[in-house]
């Protein structure tokens, strides 16, 4: 019998059933669509994880001043960075092959307001070599440079989300003046959008200026909040990160056995984080599809099982008629494909209609793939052959007078 | 009667020894059967010698548990002899793989059974179609045969009907086109009817008459005399033997169809005596 035919057989006797056919599916439907629903949520977060820190920076390392954290959190240890504990880095040699440079950097939240509107917003203070660590490009004008460190100019650049706040209307504000407080800035460049942080904060929502006039003219306070470096390649952050760590304890003439006085992370540990978390999702949704597999698996043999024994006398018929062990065999082994084909079909449709709605209700990214949809469809024939081979051969083995005779 | 279909040329020496022998188209010698049922064994056949020529209409009698079914099914293909050797179209079978001899049934044995054994799901059509799909004819070959034979039972206008909306009869010339629509060399008929009244009865018998006057070779397997009566021959099985009774050669020239010889061979009446053969 050719192929063809033999899955018209095949698909009219399950037609015969068709109640029975989808209960019977039900197994591989729920396995199917926890797997292809969970994997695009899976993937849509981590998609979006990953798009948060390329636009962070990968190749980020952070110094902050306190270490040797308890469990409440609070630091054990603390002692500020300075301007020299930056010079320090910056002039080691390995370091300075490592990185891509180390800018002091500071913050202080205000009001800012130009001549529509105010806005609250984060001054980061920093040296021109930010724009290179964090990757920062410009839409507008220029960033500020070392002259206008070193004269603590009255500069600044503002992200876009600033800009809408500020000027709605008003595509290149540069040249333009605001207020924080009772010192004026003036705008010298409008950046390129970022986005979000993996945390959630808004990076457009930030105004830079030199960080002697955040010093000087706007936070009166030196004290530097964090050191920010970013490596040149994602292999050296291990070795650059070690490095720091040894230069800065000998600065800060940090005993052998107890804790560091800062903190240098990377936001590399970050994405790793991502990772494993990813991977662990992964194995349990390869545990649960299992499990729901190995179910409809089984519910499927026991359908076919029950199928053969009520078509016994049909079997019969067919082998009087020349249907050979073969030919009996690929009918229910085409029926039990089919069955769990079809699950898998309505598993993948329920699976992404979840996502979508997961991914509606909770606000997540939804990613769903190709090849997470040809895997599922591989795996429920894969069930469908397995579990129903023995119910088929168990068919073929009849024997054609006793089948003939059956009632 | 012709042996123009009878094509088979394996046994060249046999036909050159006896050039003018019409040779049979099944052949039995020796054949036993026994059934191994836990501890015990039941010899269901016990030497049987049988041959059946081109255009036959041979039939096999016997009362229940006289080995007819066991005969039945082993010259249907359905089950191998024990020991002795089954000759089909000159091939000795006996020995033939499962696949072998279902193909064996699927192109050279039709078979007719008492209760039909249509499939539910299908139509008239796709009922006789079904042998056809298992020896790989295209699907427009296939339905154009099986409209061809349906039309030769007289089932023309039922075709599409499911086996339910037919009656006996008329499901009964079903299994008939179905069993001949693959061109068997071997029409085999168990009882075929045993499930039906007098008229349909009657009307199924002249079927099959019409058919073997068109040189189809048939078997039929009954306990009822009067059925038997439309055969030419006649084959009485008793325990697991041929019984000396039967009558081993086409007595169409020899014997009268006698009403005494088969009331002494079976000592069985049924109301169905009445039925005339269509050729008497």
New interface residues.
């Given amino acids: 019998m050719s192929f063809l035919a033999a899955i018209r057989v095949a698909l009219d006797a399950l037609a015969v059933n068709k109640g029975r056919s989808l209960l019977t599916s039900l197994g591989i439907v729920i396995g199917i669509m926890a797997v292809i629903s969970m994997v695009a949520a899976g993937s849509g977060v981590r998609e979006r994880l990953d798009e948060r820190l390329e636009s962070v920076g990968k190749n980020l390392i952070l110094i902050r001043p306190g270490g040797g954290k308890a469990l409440s959190g609070v630091p054990t240890q603390f002692a500020p960075l300075t301007s020299e504990d930056a010079q320090a880095l910056r002039d080691d040699p390995q370091l300075r092959r490592w990185l891509v440079g180390v800018a002091e950097s500071q913050y202080y939240p205000t009001i800012v307001s130009s001549h529509i509107t105010s806005h609250r917003v984060n001054i980061t203070g920093g040296q021109p070599i930010i724009f290179t660590i964090r990757n920062w490009k410009l839409a507008a004008g220029r960033f500020y440079n070392d002259a206008d460190v070193q004269r603590a100019a009255p500069v600044c650049l503002i992200g876009q989300t600033v800009r809408e706040k500020l000027f709605p209307h008003y595509p290149n504000p540069v040249g333009e003046r605001i207020r924080a407080g009772p010192t004026y800035l003036q705008i010298i460049g409008v950046l390129q959008p970022k986005g979000h942080t993996p945390t959630g904060d808004d990076q457009d929502n930030q105004i830079f200026v030199p960080i002697t006039t955040l010093q000087e003219k706007l936070a009166y306070e030196k004290r530097i909040a964090l050191l920010v470096s970013a490596a040149r390649d994602p292999s050296w952050i291990g070795r650059a990160t070690e490095r720091i760590r040894k230069i800065l304890r000998e600065r800060h003439r940090i005993q052998p056995g107890t804790d560091d006085d800062f903190e240098v992370t990377s936001v590399q540990e970050l994405a790793n984080l991502g990772d494993t978390m990813t991977r662990y999702l992964n194995i349990l949704i390869v545990v649960i599809a299992s499990i729901s597999l190995l179910v409809g698996g089984i519910g499927i043999m026991n359908i076919m099982l029950v199928s053969v024994t009520e078509r016994t006398r049909e079997i019969g018929i067919r082998m009087a008629v020349g249907a050979t062990a073969r030919d009996i065999r690929n009918q229910f082994l085409i029926e039990a494909v089919a069955l769990a084909l079809s699950g898998g079909l309505v598993g993948v449709i329920s699976g992404i209609v979840a996502a979508i709605l997961l991914g509606y209700f909770l606000n997540w990214p939804i990613l769903v793939s190709l090849f997470t949809i040809v895997v599922a469809f591989a795996v429920s024939a894969g069930v469908g052959i397995f579990f129903g081979y023995y119910p088929a051969v168990k068919a073929a083995r009849l024997d054609p007078i006793e089948a003939l005779r059956y009632e | 009667m012709s042996d123009s279909s009878y094509t088979d040329v394996s046994n060249a020496a046999s036909r050159a020894v006896q050039p003018q022998t019409v040779r049979p188209v099944i052949q039995l010698v020796q054949v036993t059967k026994i059934y191994n049922s836990g501890t015990v064994q039941v010899q269901a056949l016990r030497g049987i010698d049988l041959e059946v020529f081109p255009g036959e209409f041979v039939a096999i009698m016997g009362a229940s548990g006289s080995g007819k079914s066991t005969l039945m099914?082993i010259i249907?293909c359905?089950?191998r002899p024990t020991t002795g050797q089954y000759f089909l179209q000159g091939k000795e079978i006996s020995q033939f793989t499962?696949?072998e001899l279902?193909?064996i049934?699927?192109?050279s044995i039709g078979?007719v059974?008492q209760n039909f054994?249509?499939?539910k799901?299908y139509t008239a059509l796709e009922n006789v179609e079904?042998?056809l799909?298992?020896?790989?004819v295209p699907?427009r070959e296939r339905r154009q045969r099986a409209e061809e034979m349906l039309g030769k039972v007289g089932l023309q206008d039922r075709m599409h009907h499911l086996p339910n909306q037919l009656s006996g009869g008329q499901q009964q010339r079903v299994a008939i086109a179905?069993a001949l629509v693959?061109n068997p060399k071997i029409l085999l008929a168990d009882e075929p009817t045993g499930n039906l009244d007098s008229k349909s009865s009657e009307q199924i018998m002249e079927l099959l008459e019409q058919l073997n006057e068109r040189g189809q070779t048939i078997i039929l397997v009954t306990h009822e005399a009067s059925v038997a009566r439309c055969a030419r021959r006649k084959v009485h099985i008793k325990d697991g033997r041929i019984a000396p009774t039967s009558s081993y050669l086409d007595a169409d020239a020899e014997y009268p169809h006698g009403e005494a010889e088969s009331k002494e061979d079976n000592g069985i009446y049924t109301p169905l005596d009445v039925i005339a053969c269509a050729r008497h």
């Fill in positions: 099914n249907g359905l089950d499962r696949d279902a193909s049934r699927n192109k078979f059974f054994n249509l499939l799901r079904l042998p799909l298992y020896s790989g699907k179905r693959n």
